[in-house]
């Protein structure tokens, strides 16, 4: 397996949520998912990177809210009714905080076991996907293991939180 801060290889299997980006599927441990909610109205922040769509209110807290599509430099996306923010848990080195993912549509929770995860494979010096730690074939599908904690680099979680 690919090495990962937050992940250890006896540790892989287990529930993620998985969800759509332009009909590819993707998947976050249940562990670092605090909640699943309708884009609300979210409030743009002036000078901040392109992927990055604003702030919300949830329930007292301020949460960043960013596009996954825009982080992965994939095409944009108008939003639907079946549009989501994830509401996930980022550990950086110095604080851990919130921040909600905008994704496509929120597919359904999968157990996966560690024998249906295959290491990342490499796509050359010119693609990063470090935030990727494995490639899980369930069901006739591929869905891509996805590390939030690596999604963002150290200066954009800086950004993010202040």
């Known amino acids: 397996m690919k090495e990962n801060k937050n992940f250890e ?17 993707y998947g976050v441990n249940v562990n670092w998912i605090m909640q ?3 884009i ?3 409030t ?16 007292g807290r ?11 430099s994939l095409p944009e996306h108008i939003y ?4 989501s923010i994830v509401i996930v848990k980022i550990i950086g080195d110095k604080s851990e905080f919130y921040i909600g993912i905008i994704v496509d549509k929120v597919l359904e929770v999968l ?9 990342t494979p490499s796509f050359g010096v010119d693609t990063d996907t470090h935030y990727i730690f ?17 999604i963002l680099t150290e200066t954009e979680m800086d950004q993010l939180t202040g």
């Not at 540790?11 to 980006?21: A, E, N, R």
């Open 80 to 83: 639907d009714d079946r549009t």
């Open 40 to 42: 609300p109205s979210i």
């Open 9 to 25: 290889e006896s540790s892989l299997k287990g529930k993620y949520l998985t969800f759509d980006l332009m009909d590819e599927h």
């Open 134 to 150: 494995g490639m899980a074939k369930v069901r006739q599908k591929v869905v891509s293991l996805l590390d939030i904690n690596s």
């Open 44 to 59: 743009k922040i002036p000078k901040t990177p392109t992927f990055v769509k604003g702030v919300i209110n949830l329930r």
């Open 62 to 72: 301020i949460i960043p809210v960013i596009d996954l599509r825009n982080k992965f």
């Open 111 to 119: 157990d996966i076991e560690e024998s249906e995860i295959e290491k």
């Open 36 to 38: 699943i909610i309708a």
